[in-house]
């Protein structure tokens, strides 16, 4: 009986393997492919580099090495080439030694050349683009300093090499996610788009439809829908140049427009904005459908297309959606077998790439943008919901410190028979310095407008740019009475709806908040307050007490207070003096049970820098005046606060709102303000004695 030959080749015994990298590092010139050969050797014996490289006696050998092969290499330059007395060096530090193996110190040789080298790796990419890996190969993992980008501590390092043995810094190599998808590194562009993100970049997204009556969505017999454009093209044309007008003079350098919300023509007129001198520097026109050619015979194929423009650019960038949608429409395209990842590479390391609403979704173009190192992502969208998108966008921003802007449209997916609005966030935004990686953008109201994120300080913003239009196909709420359309911002099902609705029983965790006092010349006793950043799940733009849930090293209340005080707003907590607590208040929304906790300062001193994800401003409300919830009457009591950061205060939360009509109840501000304003008991006429944190303890 013959036997067979085997189906897959069996690898060759490793002093074999030894010796074929070293023959091909010692006919190598070039630095980049020499450490790819050392970094393919890692990966087929990383069991033994993972235990070995773990021994320092093993380690110090090979840096020992590594440092002899040192003086032998050629000067660090864009253009380095080994010579024959350099490849030789190389090749004689990987021969056969039965204390040290040769995969350790093809390690510690891959660093060295990744350090020294990694200018002339970049050179080389560039000669290969458009460069288009394959399993094996190398691919270029460039890092820019988030230190010189924004001021939050970035989530992880800003670099990747993590318990890697198939990476350096600069340099990693293509797995089998290159067989699912034409990745392709471009660096056509790469000096137009040095310096697009920094310190002082604003990155917008525009919205301008509120339903999705303002589109057509034709249907053929099959339930396929093509082309899905706007009603009235026109009138699109004229929101969306009013959105990016408004989205530049805030400051933006990056707009990024929803998906399907342009047609081909449309996008086309908008490349006019980047050519301005108060245009954007680079615009993202959404996405179109549309039937077109991959560049080959045959017929045209139906395509999801989005498109960007680059200042100084003529030709724009384009990228076509390979995962079609179901909801709200059944999408028909029909994308190549063999989807495309563009990224388009900068000469100061960003590796940008635009990809089309659910192919964020799609965990193998996830997988494969990760690995080819995507740190900025600008996504046109339109989507029911933004909550399956958070975990891709995490995961980008986890693993590659990305940048990520996703505009969606519209604001209201809702059919005009629904008596409810159904409204999905207007755009979600990662950030390197967001501690939840994440950040949604959900305005109350569903009229058009921007949200804007800053880079430097991961601060969000919504532009509201204009009045509510009428909901095409509904009923508005043009007709209603003032007072009914109060009660409706009030009570209405985006604050209390079916949703927020709890059927069974809600676990409490303990929680406390500060509620700061201090003096004010004029209007007596005055309380300090946060405002909420816009974006938060809870309270969002709100005026609330610096405060938190207790955690288990806290020692009571007191403790939990001025701890979350000092996270959110640098307050050192030797400034206050503690005076007791009001009863516990239960808040089910939140989950907790908020026991209020005094405090007095002659002047709080804040030695640390205020948690901008959390809080947008701090702010003192004189307590003797009523603290206006209502946007028009706060505008009519333009002295009701004084705003530390400049603004004017913004709406209080409900537990606020209650915790201050108690401390003026208790002080019996009408009747005896003098007293009050003081500090003297109303009831006992007596001086408050001060109470440290140490004596309100033992008090307990």
């Not at 004689?92 to 204390?99: G, I, M, N, Q, V």
């Not at 359309?485 to 500060?514: E, H, I, K, M, N």
């Not at 403790?559 to 996270?567: D, K, Q, S």
Request: with cysteine.
């Amino acid at each position: 009986m013959t036997e067979c030959a085997p189906c897959v080749a069996r690898p060759l015994p490793l002093p074999q393997r030894v010796e074929s990298v070293r023959a091909a590092i010692a006919a190598e010139p070039e630095p980049l492919v020499t450490l790819t050969h050392l970094l393919q050797l890692c990966r087929d014996e990383h069991p033994v580099l993972q235990e070995r490289i773990q021994d320092p006696a093993c380690r110090a050998r090979a840096a020992r090495i590594a440092a002899g092969v040192m003086p032998l290499l050629p000067a660090q330059a864009p253009g380095a080439v080994f010579g024959p007395q350099a490849r030789g060096a190389l090749a004689a530090a990987l021969a056969p030694d039965p204390d040290l193996p040769a995969v350790v110190v093809a390690r510690a040789l891959a660093e060295l050349l990744d350090e020294h080298y990694f200018r002339s790796f970049i050179e080389s990419f560039r000669r290969r683009s458009p460069y288009q890996p394959g399993v094996g190969d190398p691919i270029p993992l460039d890092s820019p300093d988030l230190r010189q980008v924004t001021t939050l501590p970035p989530t992880s390092p800003p670099w990747r090499l993590a318990n890697r043995l198939d990476e350096t810094r600069h340099v990693r190599l293509a797995g089998e996610w290159v067989m699912q998808f034409q990745v392709v590194f471009d660096y056509g562009l790469a000096g137009a788009l040095s310096g697009l993100i920094g310190p002082d970049t604003i990155v917008a997204t525009c919205h301008p439809n509120q339903t999705l009556a303002e589109f057509r969505f034709p249907a053929d017999t099959r339930g396929r829908t093509f082309p899905v454009r706007p009603a009235d093209e026109q009138r699109q044309h004229r929101e969306i140049d009013r959105l990016i007008g408004a989205a530049v003079a805030a400051g933006a350098s990056i707009v990024v427009l929803p998906e399907l919300c342009v047609t081909e023509p449309l996008a086309a007129r908008l490349q006019g904005w980047t050519c301005r001198p108060d245009g954007p520097r680079m615009l993202v026109a959404g996405s179109y459908h549309h039937d077109g050619h991959d560049g080959h015979d045959g017929p045209p194929r139906r395509r999801n297309t989005a498109v960007a423009y680059l200042r100084g650019c003529p030709s724009p960038l384009t990228q076509d959606k390979h995962s079609p949608a179901d909801r709200p429409v059944n999408e028909d395209i029909q994308p190549p077998g063999w989807p495309q990842l563009r990224v388009h590479v900068s000469d100061d390391g960003w590796h940008l790439v635009m990809a089309i609403c659910r192919d964020l979704l799609n965990p193998h173009a996830v997988h494969a943008l990760t690995e080819a190192g995507a740190n900025l992502l600008l996504v046109p969208a339109m989507s029911e919901t933004m909550t399956a998108f958070g975990g891709p966008v995490a995961n980008l921003v986890g693993a590659g410190q990305a940048f990520v802007a996703v505009a969606n449209n519209p604001a209201d997916f809702s059919g005009p028979a629904e008596p409810t609005a159904r409204r999905p966030a207007r755009a979600l935004f990662g950030h390197p310095g967001f501690g939840q990686l994440t950040r949604l953008v959900q305005p109350p109201g569903a009229e058009p407008g921007v949200a804007l994120l800053h880079v430097q300080t991961g601060q969000l913003q919504w532009l509201d740019t204009g009045t509510a239009r009428p909901h095409p196909g509904r009923t508005g709420t043009a007709m209603l009475p003032v007072w009914a359309g109060r009660l409706a911002r009030l009570t209405g099902p985006a604050r209390f709806g079916p949703d927020r609705w709890q059927s069974t029983q809600v676990a409490l965790r303990a929680a406390a908040a500060l509620v700061l006092l201090t003096d004010d010349s004029r209007h007596g006793p005055a309380v300090l307050l946060t405002e909420r950043a816009p974006d938060l799940a809870h309270y969002p733009g709100q005026l609330v007490f610096p405060g938190g849930g207790a955690e288990a090293g806290d020692d009571g209340p007191a403790a939990t207070a001025l701890r979350e005080a000092a996270e959110e707003t640098g307050l050192d907590p030797g400034s206050v003096q503690i005076l007791g607590t009001l009863p516990p208040l239960a808040h089910p929304d939140s989950g907790f049970l908020l026991t209020p906790v005094l405090a007095w300062s002659a002047g709080p001193v804040f030695t640390g820098t205020t948690n901008l994800a959390e809080v947008s401003t701090l702010t003192t409300i004189p307590l003797r005046r009523r603290a206006y919830a209502d946007p028009e009457e706060r505008a009519l009591a333009a002295d009701q606060g004084t705003p530390i950061g400049g603004s004017r205060p913004a709406p209080l939360g409900a537990v606020t709102g209650t915790i201050l009509d108690l401390l003026r109840g208790m002080l019996d501000l009408g009747g005896t303000p003098d007293a009050a304003t003081a500090g003297a008991d109303p009831v006992q006429g007596t001086v408050l004695p001060p109470l440290t944190l140490r004596s309100w303890k033992q008090s307990q």
